[in-house]
């Protein structure tokens, strides 16, 4: 019989987990489904099965993996979640207890299992090659059935991918290559990040090998239609400050930034040109593109990370972490420049995919006009902004809303001109829908809400699949 949760913040209101699976196969809808709008809406999320162990702390990153997928075809939607089935999820499945330390700290591991089994597979949902990829940075890839949401089993691309690989993957509109990297490749704590490229058939096809200049948790990656730009920011990794029980990862301010440039494709090692700066931070990357010798990159950018402490044990100070839509342009000369596109405070940017690398005008956001109110475990607007001109189209969902990530579903040829999908929840009724707006005029409010029969948790990362 699994115990109680704890009282913990990322276990409560928002958070609270769900713990079920469903199948629901005609759902409510207000309004009408655009014409066209057919396919699936993936979203990942943290959802533990068990509390933590007696004396561990809960992380909001250390959930098992629940993957929703609501399906619009014919005017109609429905929805189906699952766990992802990994060997933790199993382990402790059939224990009936949790068995691995938060975020796998080994400290707290039951002695029955293996620190190499520990996968949460809780952080995005990536489609290629016909399969879902079911993703969290310190595992190889989850495959997943897109249908049924079946569990099909580890990743490795034909065993070149044995370790860690990004939660945030690219692919190259060019020709639709799928390109990641891992970070910690050689062991928990070692600089030593690979780069791979999976080609659009799934087949592995380049790899190279490069060191960061220290240990950094390296969330998120830029891809330009020339190159690729590995940021280590200063959320150091420490397997030795874990085993004494202070935290795996830490902010260091008296780290430098840097930012490790290199061709697409390229060989790696000394071929990689790393350019330092003072301390700045993200977890995710908008967009980026070459501009001449420069590469620009947008990104929800802070000038320290959250949810992570200094290396003293101490907490970050919230007005430190606000995020918002900054723009760095690393100079061929190396020089580093910021500049803030726009001043909503934003998480979890997206943009039209078609135009990954490219130049491009509008990055969609979730994010929240209301910051002194201490709204730090949620959003209440979803935005379209225009990165050139900083003209932002928004819709606020109100007091009590929860918007998850935007995923932009493209309608025509032209960047931008689609539907914005975002999973809601209104706290005040508690209930969940998932909000489809207008891409070009978002101010106006959703066109259709597709009502879950039941409250969706907060979640991470979102993903759209088109019918075939």
């Known amino acids: 019989m699994t115990q109680p949760f704890p009282d913990h913040f990322h276990l409560r209101g928002f958070y609270r987990p769900f713990g079920a699976e469903m199948d629901a196969p005609d759902l409510v809808i207000e309004g009408r ?195 690729v730009v590995f940021p280590c920011l200063p959320v150091v990794l420490s397997l030795e400050r874990a085993m004494a029980g202070k935290p795996m990862a830490a902010w260091e301010s008296d780290r430098p930034a840097a930012f490790g440039v290199m061709d697409k494709e390229g060989a790696g090692g000394t071929e990689v040109r790393w350019f330092e700066t003072e301390p700045v931070f993200t977890f995710h990357v908008a967009n980026s593109f070459d501009d001449g010798p420069d590469v620009v990159i947008d990104v929800a950018g802070s000038r320290r990370a959250p949810l992570m402490p200094s290396a003293d044990g101490q907490p970050a100070d919230p007005q430190a972490t606000r995020f918002f839509l900054r723009r760095w342009r690393i100079g061929g000369n190396g020089h580093f420049r910021e500049e803030t596109i726009d001043d909503l405070e934003v998480q979890f940017p997206r943009i039209d995919d078609r135009v990954q690398g490219r130049r ?44 998850g990530e935007p995923m932009f579903v493209p309608r025509g040829p032209e960047e931008g001109d689609g539907w914005l999908l975002t999973l809601v929840w209104d706290s005040e009724r508690n209930e969940s829908f998932l909000a489809i707006l207008n891409a070009r005029h978002v101010a106006a409010g959703p066109v259709a809400r597709v009502l879950m029969p039941a409250r969706v948790p907060a979640g991470f990362h979102c993903h759209w699949r088109p019918a075939a």
């Not at 062991?187 to 791979?196: E, F, I, K, M, N």
């Not at 002194?372 to 050139?388: L, S």
């Open 33 to 227: 489904l655009p014409e066209g709008l057919e396919g699936t809406f993936y979203r990942n999320g943290p959802d533990p099965l068990h509390p933590p162990r007696e004396g561990d702390r809960y992380h909001v990153f250390d959930g098992d993996g629940m993957i929703y997928a609501i399906r619009l075809a014919g005017g109609r939607a429905s929805l189906r979640n699952r766990w992802v089935r990994t060997r933790k999820y199993e382990l402790e499945r059939a224990a009936g207890r949790r068995l691995f330390g938060v975020l796998g700290n080994p400290r707290f591991n039951d002695p029955s299992v293996s620190p190499a089994d520990y996968n949460t597979a809780n952080t995005h949902v990536w489609p290629h090659a016909g399969r879902l990829f079911a993703l969290m940075e310190g595992c190889p890839p989850v495959a997943i059935d897109p249908e049924t949401l079946a569990t099909l089993g580890s990743e490795t691309f034909e065993g070149r991918v044995t370790g860690p690989f990004t939660a945030h993957p690219k692919t190259d509109p060019a020709d639709g290559a799928m390109h990641a990297f891992g970070y910690s490749a050689k062991g928990p704590g070692s600089t030593a990040v690979r780069y791979d490229v999976i080609d659009a058939a799934g087949r592995h096809r380049h790899q190279a090998w490069l060191d960061q200049p220290y240990a950094s948790m390296m969330h998120d990656f830029a891809l330009t239609e020339r190159r």
């Open 360 to 403: 491009y005008r509008k990055a969609f956001v979730n994010g929240t006009a209301r910051p002194t109110a201490g709204r730090v475990d949620g959003f209440d607007t979803v935005a379209a902004v225009d990165v050139e001109t900083g003209v932002r189209d928004a819709f606020s969902f109100g007091d009590g809303a929860y918007c």
